[in-house]
């Protein structure tokens, strides 16, 4: 049977990763106009899919860190948490880059070190839990599927920062 401090940890652990996620949902979205005006890829999901997968993400990494934390806490697993903290900041911070500013180069160089920072997580939570870490799978898979994405929107539609596009303003299919 669960103790009301396990129950009190977990709700904590998944409440933290959903409220990172929607904060950044302040910086605007997919229902944007600069957002609906941009040349997207053909294999760009349907603008439903991205709240329910977020969702969805969010809970699964909060229980894949409640169950590293469980083995000890920052204590034993300061590495691994630390890891998983550092990742968060890094999710976080890609929706202002990109719904905010509009700076889809930065935030194009910013996913690619999240998904570093996702692949290095699994691999830190590995041998402490494995199921902690298949369960980060999902997430990283999403993240390289966002990548994919930031990557065609830098690409086609003519942003200058970081470098700017080999074909600025034009569609693969042009």
Same mark, same amino acid.
């Given at each position: 049977?669960?103790?009301?401090?396990?129950?009190?940890?977990?709700?904590?652990?998944?409440?933290? +990763?959903?409220?990172?996620?929607?904060?950044?949902?302040?910086?605007?979205?997919?229902?944007?106009?600069?957002?609906?005006?941009?040349?997207?890829?053909?294999?760009?999901?349907?603008? !439903?899919?991205? +709240?329910?997968?977020?969702? $969805?993400?969010?809970?699964?990494?909060?229980?894949?860190?409640?169950?590293?934390?469980?083995?000890?806490?920052?204590?034993?697993?300061?590495? +691994?948490?630390?890891?998983?903290?550092?990742?968060?900041?890094?999710?976080?911070? !890609?929706?202002?880059?990109?719904?905010?500013?509009?700076? $889809?180069?930065?935030?194009?160089?910013?996913?690619?070190?999240?998904?570093?920072?996702?692949?290095?997580?699994? *691999?830190?939570?590995?041998?402490?839990?494995?199921?902690?870490? *298949?369960?980060?799978? +999902? *997430?990283?898979?999403?993240? $390289?599927?966002?990548?994919?994405?930031?990557? *065609?929107?830098?690409?086609?539609?003519?942003?200058?920062?970081?470098?700017?596009?080999?074909?600025?303003?034009?569609?693969?299919?042009?």
């Amino acid at each position: 049977m669960w103790s009301f401090s396990e129950i009190g940890s977990l709700a904590l652990a998944v409440a933290f +990763p959903v409220a990172v996620g929607f904060s950044g949902s302040s910086f605007g979205g997919g229902d944007s106009d600069w957002y609906r005006s941009l040349n997207k890829p053909p294999w760009t999901p349907p603008g !439903w899919v991205f +709240p329910i997968m977020w969702t $969805t993400l969010y809970i699964l990494m909060g229980v894949s860190s409640w169950l590293v934390w469980k083995e000890g806490g920052f204590a034993v697993q300061g590495y +691994p948490l630390g890891a998983y903290i550092f990742q968060l900041v890094l999710n976080f911070c !890609w929706t202002p880059l990109f719904f905010g500013l509009h700076r $889809t180069g930065y935030a194009l160089v910013e996913i690619v070190i999240l998904w570093l920072a996702i692949a290095v997580t699994i *691999y830190l939570f590995l041998p402490v839990n494995p199921i902690a870490a *298949y369960l980060l799978v +999902p *997430y990283i898979a999403w993240v $390289t599927v966002a990548t994919s994405l930031n990557w *065609y929107i830098w690409m086609y539609n003519g942003s200058s920062d970081v470098t700017q596009p080999l074909q600025s303003g034009r569609s693969a299919y042009d």
